[in-house]
Structures are given as structure tokens and as C-alpha cells.
């Protein structure tokens, strides 16, 4: 069982950066695979970026390819979502998710993903 705890989120202007934080209950780059989803109201769980267990390998949608960067620590019990050049359409529910690393198909797949946070706000006004 995986517990995991977000962070970091907020009501930053555009143009701002905001640090997510996710925090795990056991190490979690060698067992599982860490993504980044959001959701905004009244739309479906969309994947924003994900890392592999070797924490060298990162996957990012295109609508964040650039500005976002996803990366975990050391002790691989924290993944972190380093978020530039906000934009009011990232607005959203911000989720941290882990899954089976035995499933080899792309991280993007929300489905896939065993354990969830219970997710941070972030907000961006223009």
C-alpha cells in the first residue's frame, strides 16, 4: 500500500511558478512509476508528466513539454512538479499517482495507475 500526499498548490498569476510536492509512504522509484495528472472542472483526468524508477526517464504531454519538469529526489520518496510560465488553462486539480512498473504501455494511461493523493488546487488568474 502506497500513501501519497500533495503539496504546493496555489493561486499564482500567469506567467508564475509553483512547486508541487508529492510525498510517499515507502520508496517509491523502485517500485513503482510516478505520474502527474490534473483535472479541471467538468473535465477528464488528463496526464500532465510522469517519471521512470530510475528517475532518468521523463514523459510530459505537449501542453506542458517545456515549461513543466518533473523529477524525484534521492531517497525516492518525493516527486516533485516544477511548474514556469503558468497559464490560466492549467488551472486544475493537480494529482500524484503511482503504478505497477510491470506495465509497460505508456505512462499517459490515468487508468493504470493503482494509488492516488488526494489532490492540490492550483489556480492561475490572468
Known amino acids: 500500500q502506497v500513501q501519497l500526499v500533495e503539496s504546493g498548490g496555489g493561486l499564482v498569476q500567469a506567467g508564475g511558478s509553483l512547486t508541487l510536492s508529492c510525498a510517499a509512504s515507502?520508496?517509491?522509484?523502485?517500485?513503482?512509476?510516478m505520474g502527474w495528472f490534473r483535472q479541471a472542472p467538468g473535465k477528464e483526468r488528463d496526464f500532465v508528466a510522469a517519471?521512470?524508477?530510475?528517475?532518468?526517464?521523463?514523459y510530459y504531454a505537449d501542453s506542458v513539454k517545456g515549461r513543466f519538469t518533473i523529477s524525484g529526489d534521492s531517497a525516492k520518496t518525493t516527486v516533485r512538479l516544477q511548474m514556469n510560465t503558468l497559464k490560466p488553462e492549467d488551472t486544475a486539480v493537480y494529482y500524484c499517482?503511482?503504478?505497477?512498473?510491470?506495465?509497460?504501455?505508456?505512462?499517459?494511461?490515468?487508468?493504470?495507475?493503482?494509488?492516488w493523493g488526494q489532490g492540490t488546487q492550483v489556480t492561475v488568474s490572468s
Open positions: 499517482a503511482a503504478r505497477d512498473p510491470r506495465i509497460v504501455r505508456s505512462p499517459r494511461i490515468a487508468t493504470d495507475y493503482d494509488y
Open positions: 517519471i521512470s524508477w530510475s528517475g532518468t526517464i521523463t
Open positions: 515507502v520508496r517509491t522509484f523502485s517500485t513503482y512509476r
